[in-house]
């Protein structure tokens, strides 16, 4: 069994809460919007990162992150993209179980055709009215299941 934590828009802050949150994550996934240098390195002191590119990283330190991450644990094919930009795979035909996405700032978890969608949420500053959130993945036997987790 897999336990990921999922995260996205962190806008460069990255608070004590979310630390404890991701702390037993066999990997973390961040869906973008890192925001400044040095938020993945700490992220790393808990677990392995995959990280994308989002529309706010730009710069020599967000230049090594991909614009988009296909990966694949416990049988199951996870698609990572920040969602500022339309998703240009057909996840159904691409074999994809998970889809991940950020940018919106607004946590979202549904099933599609046999795809979960899930966007974590922000866990940076708070903006607007939209909650701090992020999820947790758990992968096992071929199984995904994904949790929302309000932060605020």
Known sequence: ?????????????????????????????????????????????????????????????????????????????????????ELEIDPVKGGFKVIISGHSHIPKLEEKDGVIFLNPGSCGPKRFSRPVSMAKLELKNGNARAELIPLD
Not at 13 to 31: R, T, Y
Not at 34 to 39: S, T
Not at 44 to 64: H, L, M, T
């Open 1 to 85: 069994m897999k336990h990921i934590g999922v995260i996205s828009d962190t806008h460069g802050q990255l608070k004590p809460k979310i630390i404890e949150m991701l702390s037993g994550s066999d990997l973390i996934i961040h869906a973008g919007d890192v925001g400044a240098d040095g938020i993945i390195a700490r992220l790393e002191r808990i677990a392995p990162v995959k990280v994308v590119r989002g529309n706010v990283d730009y710069g020599s330190w967000a230049s090594r992150f991909p614009m988009t991450e296909a990966l694949e644990l416990e049988g199951i094919a996870i698609f990572i993209y920040h969602g500022h930009r």
